[in-house]
């Protein structure tokens, strides 16, 4: 085995899996063995590495991961390659095209113009084998989201050709998250899009990459008023609410909608908005304390920070706190 380098946040990013989906793995079917360091850290080969990503494209294809997690590499390669067109694991990158899209993007971009679903779904499919779900998102569906939604306002495609990249992805996103489960204790996430918005791309690959990212997702589709957005969150015991705005970027009354969603939304429930249309609202946004996302990488750092505990009042302070409480401090007339 080669050197076991990997730590499995990196393996997560590198397969496509949440680390719970990663640890389930190893502790119920023995898929892999990674090593231990002196603080018990897990490391991963680069073996181990391939080994996952091919249990996840394979397990996504349909197949039982508690049959398939048992079986040599070999007959995984084997298995994947009849269910998707062979890929070279070797070569990590996709070859670079001078308009800025990888060639997986442009082959899908080509079949969103011919009206080719299955052609769509089968380069989604070999992009997700290259270079798992979350690689597949940040190197080809944001490129090709963001392209759509150029080309669209450019009028080079029609809202035909949009709605049918659209479904075609919905489906595909939401189905890819399916087979590796969600952990009971994983903090939950509202993703839609205001009032208005009614192009959902974005916030289906919001919605995609926090599930992989161990998050509990509750995907509302586009085009909510701010009172369903914060209904839905309160009960779902939400911790956050993602928000998708791609066009229009001057709608006046979005202002007043994001004010309202702070409002009626707990006071701990984090708003975050990102999108090609945020910076047009930046201004409301930092009003309300509502936290800008830049993109799926962004998103992912802003996720892992609202993961982490709220900081607790110190032992000291909290003494001090109850004394000033139970004796309150006497102030002098004169």
């Not at 603080?39 to 590495?49: F, I, K």
């Not at 997690?69 to 994947?80: D, F, G, I, S, V």
């Not at 974005?202 to 914060?230: C, F, K, M, R, T």
Request: with cysteine; charged share 20%.
């Amino acid at each position: 085995m080669s050197n076991a380098a990997h730590p499995i946040r990196v393996v997560s990013r590198l397969t496509g899996l949440s680390t719970h989906v990663i640890r389930i793995w190893e502790q119920r079917y023995d898929a892999v063995r990674p090593v231990r360091t002196v603080t018990n850290r897990r490391l991963y080969s680069d073996e181990q590495v391939e080994r996952l990503k091919l249990l996840g494209a394979v397990a996504r294809s349909g197949h039982n991961i508690g049959l398939i997690a048992q079986w040599p590499t070999e007959k995984l390669r084997q298995l994947a390659a009849q269910t998707i067109s062979p890929i070279p694991f070797s070569n990590p990158t996709l070859p670079e095209t001078p308009d800025s899209l990888n060639s997986i993007a442009v082959e899908c971009l080509a079949a969103i113009k011919s009206f080719d679903s299955k052609a769509f779904e089968s380069a989604l499919k070999r992009g997700a084998m290259l270079l798992g779900v979350m690689g597949l998102l940040q190197q080809v569906i944001a490129p090709l989201s963001q392209r759509i939604g150029e080309m669209w306002v450019e009028g080079s495609i029609s809202v035909a050709h949009e709605h049918l990249a659209t479904a075609v992805l919905r489906s595909f996103l939401l189905n890819s998250t399916k087979p590796f489960g969600e952990a009971a204790q994983s903090p939950r996430l509202v993703v839609t899009t205001p009032a208005g918005q009614i192009h959902e791309l974005g916030a289906l690959l919001v919605a995609a990459a926090a599930s992989h990212l161990d998050w509990q997702v509750i995907y509302l589709g586009a085009n909510l008023p701010a009172p369903e957005i914060a209904g839905a969150a309160r009960h779902a015991q939400a911790r956050a609410v993602a928000l998708s705005l791609v066009y229009p970027g001057d709608d006046p009354r979005l202002h007043d909608e994001f004010k309202l969603l702070r409002e009626l939304l707990p006071g701990n429930v984090a708003i975050l908005a990102g999108g090609r249309a945020m910076p047009a609202y930046r201004d409301t946004f930092q009003q309300i304390g509502a936290v800008p996302v830049e993109d799926i990488s962004d998103l992912a750092s802003k996720l892992e920070e609202l993961r982490k505990p709220a900081p607790s009042i110190s032992h000291s302070k909290s003494l001090a706190q109850r004394k000033a409480q139970l004796h309150p401090v006497e102030t002098s007339s004169g």
